[in-house]
């Protein structure tokens, strides 16, 4: 079965940077677009970007330009995330999405969360 | 950049029919997907492409586009459809777009 499997919480002083993993199985990992989508608290869903783990080509929400990094390491079937220069605004919870192909399609499988606490 | 319009809530009798609006300019163009999350738990994903349901998602789920609005469809609401609903599409400007959210709400 498909099953996406995040990396643990994490907490953070502002400035610094995190990194999440995302760990993809029961499927070809090369297949579908790997998204990153995060959620504060109380709040709504929040597309932060994606990529196409056979190319690597990524597409990144402009909110996060010049801070946002999605990479992959193919032979463990993860993606990662890594988001720097965090601030309070980043503390929210992190999601892996799969689905579709260079951003279009949606998202049919998701990982559970990972909780990213920023505080100094 | 794309806005998706959403009412932040919907409530509904169980048994009756709820109806989830997402508004968008000239939505119809574009495919629409819409998610359900119940709290403390990841998104799922009930509807893509305007109108087509994933396995294993019951018949009740059914989306509509059209115009400005897509709407996501539950018939023969029950309490276990009590959730926030998200709308998303694709935008040639804005890349990946959610709408803000519909929590509903079973009376």
């Known amino acids: 079965q498909v099953q996406l499997v995040q990396s643990g919480a994490e907490v953070k002083k502002p400035g610094a940077s995190v990194k999440v993993s995302c760990k993809a199985s029961g499927y070809t990992f090369t297949s579908f677009d790997i998204s990153w989508v995060r959620q504060a608290s109380g709040q709504g869903l929040e597309w932060m970007g994606w990529m196409n783990p056979d190319t690597g080509k990524t597409g990144y929400s402009q909110k996060f330009q010049g801070r946002l990094t999605i990479t992959k390491s193919t032979p463990i079937s993860t993606a990662h995330m890594e988001l720097s220069s965090l601030s309070s605004e980043d503390t929210a919870v992190y999601y892996c999405?799969?689905?579709?192909?260079?951003?279009?399609?949606?998202?049919?499988?998701w990982g559970q969360g990972t909780l990213v606490t920023v505080s100094s | 950049s794309y806005v998706l319009t959403q009412p932040p809530s919907v409530s509904v009798a169980p048994g009756q029919t709820a109806r989830i609006t997402c508004g968008g300019n000239n939505i119809r163009t574009k495919s629409v997907h819409w998610y359900q999350q119940r709290p403390g738990q990841a998104p799922v994903l009930v509807v893509y492409?305007?109108?087509v349901r994933p396995s294993g998602i019951p018949e009740r789920f059914s989306g509509s586009n059209s115009g400005n609005t897509a709407t996501l469809t539950i018939s023969r609401v029950e309490a276990g459809d009590e959730a926030d609903y998200y709308c998303?599409?694709?935008?040639?400007?804005?890349?990946?777009?959610f709408g803000g959210g519909t929590k509903l709400t079973v009376l």
């Open positions: 998303q599409v694709w935008d040639d400007s804005s890349d990946k777009v």
């Open positions: 999405a799969r689905g579709g192909y260079n951003g279009y399609g949606a998202s049919d499988y």
């Open positions: 492409d305007d109108n």
